[in-house]
């Protein structure tokens, strides 16, 4: 039987997965959630003998039930090969008392690779599935790193193009020349003057903008969302947390049924949620501790019941979690609303009207599951010192905001469950900040001798994705207001 996705803001009649996927968002604005969560059907002992792969398809044939077996095994296939730079995928590290899942070994090194080197393939399958016969153009608003990790996912895919808007002042150097640097036929960088959260709402509105909608469709193109919203992203990374319970398992490192904690770096709320659907399917996972920045929206939320947006945007060394509307929260409100649209409808209004709602006891109850907690400017950078001078490992700043916020846990709790935390991206990605953390000395040194100093302090090879920006020639330039993102569009696909 197939499992069906509904929005979150309205009753209407579900959809099916590969439909899911290739609207990312509801007609409705809501986000798709499946009707229910599936359970595993496979023991943990049994995932413990799987590869990743297997994993993956073993946890997206649930999710995914319109697809037949050959269909994601294809899909699989061509998304996690030789990109990564380990067979094991995500491969788990253990330092200080921590199991440091790594989703940084893929094209980009940031963990959004995780997902978006097999979306592609999933939207291109539903694409075919669902008989259309448009060129699929992907929309996406990005705080760094989602936006060069699509950007590679989806370079000369037949069938699609990708636009992808970032905040020109609101990313990293190395983020900045990985996107501009982007080859590909039907790639197209734009830089806008503005936060990450006006690149949002700028690609929300043409989502939304049904007359444009319709010359698009006229001119034989339809807009697709490869934003982590799109529940085509969304399953995929249930997968790491699957196969990270289950490789501890396999390595002695915890006992069958033993519960452990995961702790997440979050902005969307969309790696967070992932853990929480794996929770949900069957994984033993006693709290899911959410990490914030000084964008701490979220820990003031399961603080208080209030989510709250209407406060100052900061620029953090974390810049891909400097976000303060987790759209993936959404799921969540809709979840512990009882999976009642009407109810979440109301809060989604109020924080488009007035920035911020407040939610209800019983479903401040229902989200226990959840620790909240944020790490300022000065506890990351401490962390990534501390870590290093202890073990010689050295942490991205999304990571290590995640790893403060980890301590501050312990020490509050006392809690000695064992931990599992997402380590988000690459410190080569961050190389200025985290060179910075360990010592102010570095600051004189340009970009490059900086990745080359890392390297060896860390005793790390140069990853392959930084190699390649070293002299890559700048291809996009692009820069517009906020408001001309639309203009910007149609000139790009001629229409
Ligand atoms: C996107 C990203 C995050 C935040 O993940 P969400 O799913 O948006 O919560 C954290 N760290 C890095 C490095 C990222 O790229």
Do not use: W
């Not at 705080?143 to 060069?148: E, I, L, N, P």
């Not at 990985?178 to 806008?192: A, D």
């Not at 069957?282 to 929206?297: D, F, Q, R, Y």
């Amino acid at each position: 039987m197939d499992l069906f996705y509904r929005s979150t803001r309205s009753n209407s009649d579900g959809v099916k997965a590969s439909q899911a996927i290739l609207k990312g968002l509801a007609e409705d604005g809501g986000l798709y959630m499946p009707e229910s969560i599936p359970c595993l059907d496979k023991s943990l002992k049994e995932f413990a003998e799987m590869t990743y792969q297997e994993t993956a398809y073993e946890i997206m044939k649930l999710f995914l039930t319109d697809f037949t077996e050959a269909e994601l095994k294809d899909c699989i296939s061509k998304a996690y090969d030789s990109k990564f730079d380990t067979k094991q995928i995500a491969p788990i590290v253990e330092k200080d008392n921590t199991y440091f899942l790594e989703l940084f070994h893929g094209a980009t090194i940031a963990f959004k690779d995780m997902a978006l080197s097999i979306l592609p393939h999933l939207l291109i399958t539903s694409a075919k599935k669902n008989n259309v016969k448009n060129e699929i153009v992907i929309l996406t608003a990005t705080s760094g790193d989602t936006g060069k990790a699509a950007l590679a996912g989806f370079a000369d895919v037949k069938g699609t193009r990708i636009i992808v808007f970032y905040p020109k002042n609101g990313v990293s150097p190395i983020q900045e020349k990985q996107m501009i640097t982007q080859k590909g036929e039907n790639t197209f960088v734009v830089g806008i003057t503005g936060n990450f959260d006006d690149a949002q709402t700028g690609v929300k509105q043409l989502f939304g903008d049904r007359a444009l909608a319709e010359t698009m469709d006229q001119a034989g193109f339809q807009f697709s969302s490869a934003n982590s919203i799109n529940i085509g992203r969304l399953v995929p990374q249930i997968v790491y947390y699957v196969y990270s319970y289950a490789q501890l398992l396999k390595t002695g490192n915890i006992e069958n049924g033993e519960k452990i904690n995961i702790v997440v770096p979050t902005g969307n709320f969309g790696n967070i949620l992932a853990a929480y659907f794996a929770k949900h399917m069957g994984v033993p996972i006693a709290k899911l501790i959410c990490a914030s920045n000084e964008n701490k929206v979220l820990y003031d939320f399961f603080d208080t019941g209030i989510y709250d947006r209407n406060r100052a945007f900061v620029l953090t060394s974390s810049p891909s979690m400097d976000i303060l509307i987790s759209s993936n929260l959404e799921r969540l409100i809709y979840l512990t609303a009882g999976a009642d649209a009407n109810r979440n409808v109301e809060f989604m209004k109020a924080l488009a009207a007035e920035g911020k709602y407040e939610i209800s006891a019983d479903m401040r109850e229902n989200m226990k599951d959840f620790y909240g907690n944020y790490a300022s400017e000065q506890e990351t950078a401490d962390t990534i010192k501390t870590l290093f001078e202890k073990t010689g490992y050295i942490i991205d700043t999304h990571t290590a905001v995640a790893a403060a916020v980890l301590s501050k846990y312990k020490k509050e709790t006392n809690d000695k469950t064992k931990t599992v935390l997402a380590s988000t991206a690459s410190p080569f990605k961050f190389t200025r900040s985290v060179m910075n953390a360990i010592d102010t000395k570095y600051d004189a040194m340009e970009d490059f001798a900086l990745v080359d100093e890392l390297s060896k302090i860390a005793k790390v090879k140069v990853p392959k994705a930084i190699e390649e920006i070293r002299t890559a020639p700048v291809l996009h330039n692009t820069i517009c207001d906020k408001e001309d993102m639309k203009s910007v569009v149609m000139k790009f696909l001629g229409v």
